[in-house]
C-alpha cells in the first residue's frame, strides 16, 4: 500500500496539484449548487443523441428499471463494466432473481463475484484476496489448473469472459462524468472491459447517480488529471470512454439514480460528500481502514467517504456507528482531489448522532459520568478505587462476563491489580 | 419506451422537486476555491514545438507499456510501407481495419490475403483478427495516449477485440495536452470517441500489473510526418 501510495504522489507533482483540486471543488459545488438545471439539461441533449432516460427514486426502482429494460430487450444475460452504484441497487441479486444472468468483466469485481463476496475498495476490489485466494477460487469454479501467478490468472479471467461480452444482450456500465452542455458521458477504466462491455452487446444501460453531472466539457480536463492520480497513481488510465449516443442499430439508456443522496443534498453539513469523484484515495490512506479493510464498514461504500455518505444515504441506524469509525487524523482531507473535508462532515454527523440519542453511546456517558464524579472527590475517590480493585480481581476469575462490558473482555485479558494501591504504600512508608 | 412512460415521469418530477427544495438552503462557498477556479486553467506542457512533442509522446507511451514508432520519412505511403513491415516481422495473419480513409491508406501495403472485412462483420467473426488497425483524431504528448472516433458497431469492438493494436496518426495531430478540442462531442456525432493511453492492463490481483486484460496486450502508435 505505502509503495503505491509513493508513486501516486510521484504523478501528482507534474501538475500543479493544488490549483488542481480547488478548480475541481470549486467546479463540484457549482454543478451541485445547479443539480436540477444541470441534469435537465443532459436529459435534453443525451435525447437528442438518441438515448433515452430513465429516473429512478429509489436503489429498488432502478434496479426494477434495469430488469424491465433486460426483459424488454429479451437479454438473459449482462455483461458489466464495474459500477459502485451497481453495488447499491444490488443488481447481481436482482438480475438473478429475475433469471437473468449477471457477468461481472472488470478481474477484480469477476473474482469477488465467483467467491460470492462483496469489494473491499471502490477501485480494487478484491485487494483482500491474495493470489493463492485467485488461484484456489479459479481451480474450484473454473476447473483450471492451480496457478497463483497474476499474469497467468488474469489471461484466465481474458478467455473465460471473452465469449460472454459477444453472447450477452445488454451491457451495463457506471458513469464517471455526464456533460450537461453535450448530453454524453465518460467512464474510465483500464482493462478494456467497459469498453467491451458498452459496445459488443446490443443495449448499453449506463447507471449514475444524480451527482454525477458536471457543467461542460472542459471540465473534464480538470477531474480526468485528477482521478488517475489519486486512484492509482496514472496520469490517466487506459481508457477514457466519452460516450456519443447510441449508433445505428444500437439502443443506450442512461438510468439517473437518487437512493438517498437527495438526503445528502438536502442537508448543507454533508453536501459536500456529493462531490465525491470515487478514486478511493481517502481509503488508501486512511489508518482506519488500512487496519480493518474495506468488509469492516459493513456498507457499499467503506472508508471515510463511506462513513460519511452511508447514514444518509442508506441506512440511519449506521449514524451512530460509522462516524465513529475513524480517529479524525485528517489524512483523508488531505489526499482528497475535489478537497472534500471528510474529518469537519465526520464530526458534524457525530455531533447530529450524539444530540439525536442514536449514537448508541449510553454506557460510554454513564462511565465519563461517574469518572468525573468520582476524579472530584476524595473520599469518592477512595471508594471508587477500592471497588475497582475488588471488581477486577473478581471480573479475572469469573467466567461470568454479561453486557456489553463482557463482549469487550472475551477478547481480552485484564491486567492483574497492583498488590497495594500508592496511597498504601506512601501512608506505609518508614 | 421500454420504461412506463407515467412512472417515469412521476419519479422525474419527485426527485427534481427534492432537488429543489433540497437547494433552497445554499451552501456557503469558499470565496478561494472559487477564485481558484476563475484563474487561469492548468495548462501542464507549455512546449509546443513538434520535435519536442513527438519526443515526449514516445516516451510517454512508452513509459505506460506501449510503443511509438516515428515513421523516417514523410507521407502516407512511408507510413503503409512502415506498418506493413511491422506486421510481416510480428507475423500477425489476420488484420482489420476500421472504416476509415486514413487507417484504409495506412494498411494498404498489407498483403490482400491477410485483410479482412469488417464492414457488416459479426463480433465472432472479428474476433479471428490477431490485430486492428486505427486511426488517430489527435495524439496527446503529455500523456501518450491516441484518441480515436469509433462510430459503428464493428469499429467500436476493434480497440479492443485482437490481442494487438495498431494506431496511426500524423505529427500535425500531435497537442501538448488534453484539452476541450481532443475531448469533445460535436453535435451530430455517435458513437464513442476514446483516448487510448497504452495496452489494456489490470492489477486487480495484489497489485500487480499484468497486460493484455481485456483488450490488446501490445498496443503501437505510428505517427508520421505530413
Redesign the interface.
Known amino acids: 500500500m505505502q509503495r503505491s501510495l509513493d508513486h501516486k504522489h510521484a504523478a501528482q507533482t507534474d501538475v500543479p496539484w493544488e490549483a488542481l483540486r480547488s478548480q475541481a471543488h470549486a467546479l463540484k459545488a457549482d454543478a451541485i449548487a445547479h443539480l436540477d438545471e444541470l441534469l435537465e439539461q443532459f436529459e435534453r441533449r443525451f435525447v437528442e443523441r438518441g438515448g433515452e432516460v430513465v429516473w429512478a427514486r429509489t436503489a429498488a426502482e432502478a434496479a426494477e428499471a434495469f430488469v424491465g429494460i433486460c426483459r424488454a430487450h429479451g437479454a438473459s444475460s449482462v455483461v458489466k463494466g464495474k459500477s459502485m452504484v451497481s453495488e447499491e441497487l444490488r443488481l447481481n441479486e436482482e438480475l438473478a432473481a429475475a433469471g437473468i444472468e449477471p457477468v461481472e468483466t472488470d478481474l477484480g469485481e469477476f473474482i469477488v463475484q465467483l467467491a460470492g463476496d462483496k469489494p473491499s475498495h471502490v477501485i480494487a476490489p478484491a485487494a483482500h484476496l491474495s493470489r493463492q485466494d485467485v488461484g484456489h477460487l479459479f481451480t474450484s469454479k473454473l476447473g483450471l489448473e492451480y496457478t497463483d501467478d497474476p499474469r497467468a490468472l488474469s489471461l484466465a479471467a481474458r478467455a473465460h469472459l471473452r465469449a460472454r461480452y459477444l453472447r450477452a444482450g445488454v451491457g451495463m456500465t457506471g458513469v464517471n462524468f455526464a456533460i450537461a452542455e453535450t448530453g454524453t458521458f465518460v467512464v474510465v477504466e483500464n482493462e478494456g472491459n467497459g469498453g467491451l462491455s458498452a459496445a459488443a452487446p446490443p443495449v448499453h444501460v449506463a447507471v449514475m447517480g444524480i451527482e454525477k453531472v458536471i457543467r461542460r466539457t472542459a471540465d473534464l480536463n480538470v477531474f480526468l488529471q485528477l482521478l488517475a492520480r489519486s486512484g492509482t497513481g496514472q496520469k490517466i488510465t487506459t481508457y477514457t470512454h466519452h460516450f456519443l449516443g447510441p449508433e445505428k442499430g444500437k439502443r443506450q439508456y442512461c438510468i439517473i439514480v437518487d437512493a438517498g443522496r437527495t438526503a445528502l443534498l438536502a442537508d448543507p453539513e454533508t453536501r459536500e460528500a456529493l462531490y465525491c469523484i470515487r478514486c478511493g484515495a481517502c481509503m488508501n490512506v486512511c489508518p482506519v481502514y488500512r487496519r480493518a479493510g474495506g468488509a469492516a464498514y459493513g456498507s457499499v461504500y467503506p472508508g471515510p467517504i463511506g462513513a460519511v455518505v452511508t447514514p444518509k444515504m442508506v441506512d440511519p441506524a449506521a449514524a451512530g456507528v460509522l462516524p465513529f469509525a475513524s480517529t479524525l487524523c485528517g489524512a483523508c482531507k488531505d489526499e482528497c482531489p475535489v478537497k472534500i473535508d471528510l474529518p469537519l462532515q465526520l464530526v458534524r454527523l457525530r455531533r447530529a448522532s450524539v444530540s439525536a440519542g442514536t449514537s448508541g453511546r449510553g454506557l460510554e456517558r454513564r462511565a465519563m459520568g461517574a469518572f468525573v464524579r468520582a476524579m472530584t472527590s476524595v473520599r469518592a475517590y477512595e471508594r471508587a478505587v477500592k471497588w475497582l480493585r475488588a471488581a477486577v480481581a473478581i471480573g479475572k476469575r469469573s467466567p461470568w462476563k454479561p453486557g456489553p462490558l463482557g463482549a469487550w473482555m472475551r477478547g481480552r485479558a485484564l491486567p492483574a491489580p497492583a498488590r497495594q494501591t500508592f496511597r498504601e504504600w506512601w501512608s506505609m512508608r518508614p | ?3 412506463d412512460a407515467a412512472v ?1 415521469n412521476d ?2 418530477s ?3 422537486s ?6 433552497r ?3 456557503k ?2 470565496f ?3 477564485s ?2 476563475e ?1 487561469e ?2 495548462e ?1 506542457v507549455a512546449a509546443t514545438d513538434p520535435e519536442a512533442l513527438s519526443a515526449r509522446f514516445v516516451r ?1 507511451l512508452g513509459l ?1 507499456g506501449g510503443d511509438a514508432v516515428v515513421v523516417g520519412e514523410r507521407g502516407v505511403g512511408a507510413l503503409a510501407k512502415s506498418v506493413a513491415d511491422h506486421i510481416t516481422r510480428l507475423g500477425y495473419q489476420v488484420i482489420a481495419v476500421q472504416c476509415d480513409e486514413f487507417a484504409s491508406q495506412a494498411a494498404s501495403q498489407i498483403p490482400a490475403d491477410k485483410m479482412i472485412e469488417t464492414s457488416g462483420a459479426s ?2 467473426f472479428l ?1 479471428r483478427a490477431d490485430c486492428a488497425i486505427i486511426a488517430a483524431e489527435s495524439l496527446i504528448a ?2 501518450g ?1 491516441a484518441v480515436v472516433r ?4 464493428q469499429d ?2 476493434l ?3 485482437p490481442p494487438a493494436c495498431i494506431i496511426v496518426g500524423r505529427s500535425s495531430q500531435l497537442v501538448p495536452s ?3 478540442g481532443a ?3 460535436g453535435d451530430l ?20 500489473v ?1 497486460l ?5 496486450g501490445s498496443l503501437t502508435v505510428f505517427v508520421v510526418s505530413d
Open positions: 419506451m421500454v420504461v417515469n419519479a422525474r419527485e426527485i427534481m427534492r432537488i429543489r427544495a433540497a437547494l438552503v445554499p451552501l462557498l469558499d478561494d476555491d472559487v481558484a477556479a484563474s486553467r492548468a501542464t510517454e505506460v463480433a465472432e474476433e503529455d500523456t495516449s469509433v462510430s459503428n458497431y467500436r469492438l480497440p479492443y477485440l488534453l484539452n476541450e475531448l469533445g462531442a456525432e455517435r458513437g464513442e470517441r476514446v483516448i487510448v493511453t497504452g495496452p489494456s492492463r489490470t492489477a486487480d490481483i495484489e497489485k500487480t499484468v493484455g486484460a481485456h483488450g490488446p
